[in-house]
């Protein structure tokens, strides 16, 4: 084959010429014939081994594909073996676990076996000590009762004409009379020391205060922010003020809202935020810090029944007071009946501490029923104003503002003898730095510079908390003595109070 390319690639390097072809049947002829037969016969072959190797490689398939069978049976099995290695692991793990938790209850057990023999060993030595003591008042009363057999041998050796006493009737008799004495004047010891502690209140004790009122009047602030937010991300951008004159025949607790706290409607402010912070804030001050609130909340008997109550004790233990042949030290300050206002004023506020403490339905009804009528009174002044009616979450908001009103209220009442004072500034009043902070319409604090510029109050949108010493309270008319009131809120105009004591933050308003 190699010759007859290197004879082709020979021939081809130089020119042809037709006297030098190969003449049929030369020797160079048959030469190439032969070859290419030889070529032929080699193809011939090689194909032949082609086939039979894709024959080998046919029939090697099955078995090929036999191993690759038993190959993925043996990873299937393998995985599966691996599977329950790893679960026979967890539970030992588990077993472990709970051979642990095993131990420890079983050494809880023995600990808890050790005490209670400890205990049962120092029960018998306490019962032991409380057999010997019961052996020993016998043993004293033998020697009492050998020591009267004697002495009645001795008198009746003498020739006593007396009569003897009956030693066992006459001495256990005279026992059960001085344990019921003792218990008699246990009990009136105590009422004594209890009717002190109900009735006898100092006017001048000024302990410190159980409430912090500057916290308290912050969380209502807080809240009421919180109100006037959720109104305005609910739609309500702007109120619709009634007009001026229909306003006091279709909206008239609206009307005294405004006219006791604002002046007139003028000076109402349109913005969603500063005209809902102002009228509540007017809201509470007229509708919970007032005088009377406890009054005319307790109308209705509850408060006239504590009233009965507290009288009735008072005049039960009085009657024991008059018979007792000696007062207890403690509590020879006892009121009398006949006594001055203060007196009543004690009175008044230890009914007043019963309704509040003890009257369960009173405190857990009476009280949430009148947040829920003033936040429905409140929900229909405000719907008319927000053309809208508000959502449930801002109406429990209100009532929970209530709420939290109420209990203050109470806290302070239960406390001492002070008075109080919710103050708002009315629109017009001269800005004071020393009781006032400023914000803008939209919530935001401001600093005023500290100059000698006269500045007017727009809106008050929150008050402030002042105290008062009540001792003057008792200056009373003696024609009215039998008037008893609990006045723990009063109101007072700018010059009376001068005297009271800040005892909450600084009123928020809006300068003009």
């Known amino acids: 084959m190699e010759r007859t390319i290197r004879l082709k690639q020979s021939n081809s390097s130089r020119p042809y010429n037709a006297?030098?072809?190969?003449?049929?049947?030369?020797?160079?002829?048959?030469?190439?014939?032969?070859?290419?037969?030889?070529?032929?016969?080699?193809k011939e072959k090689g194909q032949q081994t082609l086939f039979l190797s894709e024959r080998r490689i046919g029939g090697l398939q099955p078995s090929l594909q036999k191993n690759g069978s038993n190959l993925q049976s043996t990873e299937q099995c393998a995985e599966a073996l691996s599977a329950r290695v790893s679960?026979?692991?967890?539970?030992?793990?588990?077993?472990?676990?709970?051979?642990?938790?095993?131990?420890?209850?079983?050494?809880?057990?023995?600990?808890?076996?050790?005490?209670?023999?400890s205990d049962k060993q120092k029960y018998i030595s306490k019962l032991g000590a409380k057999i010997d003591k019961l052996k020993t008042s016998a043993r004293e009363r033998e020697d009492r009762f050998e020591t009267l057999k004697e002495e009645n041998?001795?008198?009746?050796?003498?020739?006593?004409?007396?009569?003897?006493?009956?030693?066992?009737?006459?001495?256990?008799?005279?026992?059960?009379?001085?344990?019921?004495?003792?218990?008699?004047?246990?009990?009136?010891?105590?009422?004594?020391?209890?009717?002190?502690q109900v009735f006898d209140i100092p006017v001048d004790q000024r302990s410190s205060r159980s409430v912090d009122t500057s916290k308290e009047l912050s969380s209502v602030n807080h809240s009421i922010k919180q109100i006037a937010r959720s109104l305005i991300r609910s739609g309500k951008h702007a109120i619709r003020w009634p007009g001026p004159e229909t306003f006091g025949k279709e909206h008239p607790e609206l009307y005294l809202l405004v006219k006791n706290n604002i002046g007139s409607i003028s000076d109402l402010p349109s913005e969603t935020n500063?005209?809902?912070?102002?009228?509540?804030?007017?809201?509470?001050?007229?509708?919970?810090?007032?005088?009377?609130?406890?009054?005319?909340?307790?109308?209705?008997?509850?408060?006239?029944?504590?009233?009965?109550?507290?009288?009735?004790?008072?005049?039960?233990?009085l009657d024991h007071k008059s018979r007792c042949e000696r007062i207890p030290s403690g509590c020879s300050s006892l009121p009398s009946p006949t006594g001055s206002s203060k007196f009543l004023r004690n009175i008044d506020r230890a009914a007043h501490r019963a309704l509040i403490t003890e009257d369960v339905d009173f405190r857990e009804y009476k009280l949430p029923a009148k947040a829920h009528s003033l936040t429905l009174d409140l929900v229909d002044i405000l719907q008319p104003l927000l053309d809208g009616p508000i959502k449930l979450d801002t109406i429990a908001h209100i009532k929970e503002l209530f709420n939290r009103c109420f209990k203050l209220r109470a806290q302070l009442l239960l406390h001492d003898?002070?008075?109080?004072?919710?103050?708002?500034?009315?629109?017009?009043?001269?800005?004071d730095p020393t009781t006032m902070e400023t914000e803008t319409p939209d919530g935001c604090k401001v600093t005023i510079p500290e100059d000698k510029v006269e500045r007017r109050v727009r809106w008050c949108v929150h008050g402030l908390l002042?105290?008062?010493?009540?001792?003057?309270?008792?200056?009373?008319?003696?024609?009215n003595?039998?008037?008893?009131?609990?006045?723990?809120?009063?109101?007072?105009?700018?010059?009376?109070?001068?005297?009271?004591?800040?005892?909450?933050?600084?009123?928020?308003v809006i300068l003009e």
Request: glycine letters at 6%; one cysteine or more.
């Open 19 to 42: 006297e030098e072809r190969p003449c049929k049947g030369t020797q160079t002829e048959q030469d190439l014939t032969r070859q290419l037969g030889t070529a032929e016969v080699g």
């Open 87 to 117: 679960d026979l692991e967890k539970q030992s793990q588990a077993f472990r676990a709970l051979e642990r938790e095993k131990n420890a209850e079983i050494k809880a057990l023995q600990m808890e076996l050790e005490l209670f023999a």
């Open 153 to 196: 041998a001795r008198l009746r050796s003498h020739g006593n004409d007396l009569p003897l006493p009956r030693f066992g009737q006459d001495l256990d008799s005279s026992a059960a009379n001085k344990d019921d004495r003792i218990r008699k004047l246990t009990l009136r010891n105590n009422e004594l020391v209890t009717l002190l």
């Open 274 to 317: 500063p005209a809902v912070r102002t009228l509540m804030s007017a809201v509470l001050h007229d509708w919970v810090f007032y005088s009377d609130f406890w009054t005319s909340l307790s109308r209705g008997s509850p408060l006239f029944g504590q009233y009965k109550n507290v009288i009735e004790r008072y005049g039960e233990i």
């Open 417 to 431: 003898n002070r008075q109080y004072e919710m103050v708002l500034y009315m629109p017009g009043d001269l800005f």
């Open 466 to 479: 002042r105290e008062y010493d009540n001792s003057e309270h008792g200056k009373i008319d003696q024609n």
């Open 481 to 508: 003595v039998k008037m008893v009131e609990c006045k723990d809120f009063i109101c007072r105009n700018s010059d009376q109070r001068q005297v009271g004591k800040l005892v909450s933050e600084k009123a928020i």
